[in-house]
Nanobody, 124 residues
Framework: QVQLVESGGGSVQTGGTLRLSCTAR??????????MAWFRQTPGQKREAVAHFSRDGKTTYSDAVKGRFAVSRVNAENTLYLQMDSLKVEDTAMYYCAAQACVYGDTVSTYASWGQGTQVTVSS
């Protein structure tokens, strides 16, 4: 399993922007070897997938964030990002980064490694 660390959460107003980051706790763990994703969860609700990022760079998004969020990975920085634009109150949640060992070109829907989460709060 991979130890992941998220950062970049905070409080913004509706329409604002945040960029979340996810890195491996160990510098010897290279994230380009993993399928990765961002999830979010609000109290009392199931964790939901926001965006998936495969090893070959394929991305998928939930309908709730499509067109507003963008996931990317910078291998030189060993970091996965989630750019969040046009934020809405309903985007308020704890955001988690996840990773799963996978074959290059494949996509996955379950993840074995999770970060501790970073809180995003959007107010009107």
């Amino acid at each position: 399993q991979v130890q992941l660390v998220e950062s970049g959460g905070g409080s913004v107003q509706t329409g604002g922007t945040l960029r979340l980051s996810c890195t491996a706790r160990s510098s010897s763990t290279r994230l380009f070897g993993y399928c990765m994703a961002w999830f979010r969860q609000t109290p009392g609700q199931k964790r939901e997938a926001v965006a998936h990022f495969s090893r070959d760079g394929k991305t998928t998004y939930s309908d709730a964030v499509k067109g507003r969020f963008a996931v990317s990975r910078v291998n030189a920085e060993n970091t996965l990002y989630l750019q969040m634009d046009s934020l809405k109150v309903e985007d308020t949640a704890m955001y988690y980064c996840a990773a799963q060992a996978c074959v290059y070109g494949d996509t996955v829907s379950t993840y074995a490694s999770w970060g501790q989460g970073t809180q995003v709060t959007v107010s009107s």
